[in-house]
């Protein structure tokens, strides 16, 4: 486990990246001509690209680098009665007060009995209020017809699980894996895309013999605290603490968050659950289903035990952005940098034609579409080098390669590294190989 420093508080920093992210295409107020909508966002260009890539690093690491765990992509609207067997209708809310001065509302157990917002002290009883957003499924608004938004996508695991372990032949332990929307009508949403209503997670479901769990907890808490690490975020911000028993969720038996140092403190990203046998035996008991697992080997029968890392994929990209953010001077210039892994920034290369001349464009565009072939590339022959070279650093865009008029004779391009500055001349034929043996330096 890893010593934690103290929480700095670093509003320049936290207003530096929510800036950028506005100001280059990262992320945009939601309907903002219309004048947003609170706490709602909308993910521009380069935010697309980044949550793309941040959504595949997880992939990469949760799916295709291993042979236990398979993917499955649920529905968002589901039969009710999920909700119900999951604890969620009964037991997913928050403690409500509002302030009898200004109206404003609270999660009581976020504020210390005051108003944080005139400091009243007349707060009225703290009342439970369920996250989940309701809907209706056809034209009909009755109740009959209430459906659910899903405020977590692990419940479309278990009522899969059957499906899986039939179709895939699979026996514990195994893992199903998914990413994608859910929504909680969070009290207090705030802090950039830290909390919001409409968020992205990214959930994996292990599922091992009960005696198990305990081992496995721990194995996963070590694997995902190792997986920010891998893409960029230095160890002294990051942490792993295990909840106190007051503060588990319904449905655990033990959870362990990884935290990271925001601006403003330690701050959940993951969350690790030993989630026991408790969702697949309430949807045994609530569907009439047997979920248990036979062992033809051993003649036993049993339900899994699941351990449950869930992490939030809008919040991790907030996290690589303010992890990576950094100013520094090159050549006596101030500049600010993103130091983005390469496969989580928004574009790993940038090409730039030196000058606009045609006579550059066609070897430029060749060189473009070469890489493009196999990065995500960006192409930009507008303004001088050096503008273009601090535009790319500060959108985090790990390589350039510059296409000069000496390149039309000897077939070289120079590429230049953003953290270091460094350029090297190579052959144009060489530059795609010596950009992918980069990405996972
Ligand atoms: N299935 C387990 C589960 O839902 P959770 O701790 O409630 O666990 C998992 O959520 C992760 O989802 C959190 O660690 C966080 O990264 C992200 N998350 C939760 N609520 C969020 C919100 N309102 N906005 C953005 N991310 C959120």
């Given at each position: 486990m890893t010593t934690p420093p103290e929480p700095l508080t670093d509003h320049g920093l936290f207003d530096a990246v929510v800036n950028l992210c506005k100001r280059r295409g990262f992320?945009?107020?939601?309907?903002e001509i219309y004048?947003?909508?609170?706490?709602t966002y909308d993910y521009g260009p380069l935010g697309a690209q980044m949550l793309r890539n941040v959504r595949e690093a997880w992939w990469r690491a949760m799916?295709?680098?291993?042979?236990?765990v398979v993917p499955i992509d649920a529905a968002i609207?589901?039969?009710p009665k999920v909700w119900e067997a999951s604890g969620h209708l009964a037991t997913f809310t928050d403690p409500l007060v509002d302030c009898?001065?200004?109206?404003e509302r609270w999660r009581a157990d976020q504020?210390?009995?005051?108003?944080?917002?005139?400091?009243?002290?007349d707060l009225t009883e703290a009342r439970p209020f369920n996250l989940m957003f309701k809907t209706f499924v056809g034209p009909v608004e009755e109740d009959a017809s209430v459906a659910y938004l899903r405020p977590e996508t692990a419940q479309g695991m278990f009522v899969n699980f059957l499906n899986v372990v039939t179709s895939m032949r699979r026996k514990p332990p195994f893992g199903i894996a998914q990413i994608g929307r859910a929504f909680r009508n969070e009290i207090t949403p705030g802090n950039f895309v830290f909390r919001t209503r409409e968020f992205e997670m990214m959930e994996m479901e292990f599922f091992v013999p009960p005696a198990d769990s305990p081992r496995w907890l721990q194995y996963w808490c070590e694997e995902r605290l190792a997986w920010y690490q891998r893409y960029g975020?230095?160890?002294?911000?990051l942490r792993l603490r295990p909840h106190d028993t007051e503060e588990l969720?319904?449905?655990?038996s033990g959870t362990t968050d990884v935290e990271f140092l925001f601006p403003w403190g330690w701050g959940e990203l993951e969350g690790i659950a030993n989630r026991t046998d408790y969702d697949l035996s309430a949807h045994e008991e609530h569907s009439g289903t047997t979920l248990e697992y036979f062992d033809q080997a051993t003649g036993e029968r049993y339900v899994p035990h699941v351990v449950e890392p869930a992490a939030g994929a809008t919040r991790t990209m907030m996290a690589f952005l303010l992890a990576a953010y950094d100013e520094d001077e090159i050549g006596g210039e101030r500049r600010t940098v993103l130091r983005l892994h390469p496969r989580i920034a928004p574009y790993q290369v940038a090409v730039l034609p030196?000058?606009?001349?045609?006579?550059?464009t066609p070897l430029a565009r060749d060189v473009l579409h070469r890489l493009q072939r196999y990065l995500m590339c960006e192409y930009d022959e507008t303004q001088s080098i050096g503008r273009r070279y601090r535009r790319q650093d500060e959108i985090g865009t790990p390589y350039c390669v510059t296409v000069d008029f000496e390149s039309l004779v000897d077939e070289q391009v120079t590429v230049r590294e953003r953290d270091s500055t460094e350029q090297t001349r190579l052959p144009i034929d060489d530059v795609v190989h010596h950009l992918l043996e980069r990405l996972d330096l």
């Open positions: 992320v945009f107020p939601s309907a004048g947003g909508i609170r706490s799916i295709q680098e291993r042979d236990d609207l589901t039969n009898r001065n200004c109206k504020i210390d009995g005051a108003c944080p917002n005139c400091g009243s002290t975020i230095a160890s002294e911000k969720s319904h449905y655990s030196l000058s606009k001349k045609e006579a550059l």
